[in-house]
Each structure stands twice: as structure tokens, then as C-alpha cells.
């Protein structure tokens, strides 16, 4: 049993700043790669950054230089703040991680609950 267990959404105002955690446990034996998504009302679920286990990341053209995400692998955490936030960053983030549980187990991905992030005046 995985579980990815999110936290730090909330309501901010327009130029604030959040910060989302996802901390990871359970039957994990790697992680490839672990990561934030998000769902607007109305719109497709859209990738906003990951990370690998080495540390490349990948973000959003619509978050660059906004937010950041970086990763505790010893506590199989990721941490993604975002600044200068946006009303149109409003949205339930998800967390996602690509997790094998066994030595000869494929890697499968695993979501969060989701957390809402509510930027407005």
C-alpha cells in the first residue's frame, strides 16, 4: 500500500506565496519520479513541475520562474513553492509519484487527494 499524503493549500492573495509538500510512505522500493499536477474548473488535468530522483526537474511554460520544486529523497517528500501566484493559478493540485514497490515491480503512478490553492483579492 502507497500513499501520497499532500499539504499547504489554502487561500492567498494575488503576488503571494504558497508552499505544497507531498510526503510519500508506505510499501515504496523507488521512486523514479515524483511531481505536482493541476486541475482548474472546467479545464484537463495539466502537468505543473516534476522531478526526478537526480534532480532533473521540468516545469510549465506558465510557471517558469515562479515556482519551484525540489525533493527530499531520504524522506521521499517534494516540496513546490510557488510565488508571485496568479488567479489563474487557482486550482486543485495533485501530487503524483511513479513508485515500484518491489525489486522486479514496474513502476506505476500514484496520486494524492488534492489540495486547493485559491488565489484571490
Known amino acids: 500500500q502507497v500513499q501520497l499524503v499532500e499539504s499547504g493549500g489554502g487561500l492567498v492573495q494575488p503576488g503571494g506565496s504558497l508552499r505544497l509538500s507531498c510526503a510519500a510512505s508506505?510499501?515504496?522500493?523507488?521512486?523514479?519520479?515524483m511531481g505536482w499536477y493541476r486541475q482548474a474548473p472546467g479545464k484537463q488535468r495539466e502537468l505543473v513541475a516534476a522531478?526526478?530522483?537526480?534532480?532533473?526537474?521540468n516545469y510549465a511554460d506558465s510557471v517558469k520562474g515562479r515556482f519551484t520544486l525540489s525533493r527530499d529523497n531520504a524522506k521521499n517528500t517534494v516540496y513546490l513553492q510557488m510565488n508571485s501566484l496568479k488567479p489563474e493559478d487557482t486550482a486543485v493540485y495533485y501530487c503524483?509519484?511513479?513508485?515500484?514497490?518491489?525489486?522486479?515491480?514496474?513502476?506505476?503512478?500514484?496520486w494524492g487527494q488534492g489540495t486547493q490553492v485559491t488565489v484571490s483579492s
Open positions: 508506505g510499501n515504496i522500493f523507488s521512486i523514479k519520479a
Open positions: 522531478i526526478t530522483k537526480g534532480g532533473s526537474t
Open positions: 503524483n509519484a511513479m513508485i515500484s514497490t518491489g525489486w522486479s515491480s514496474s513502476f506505476y503512478d500514484y
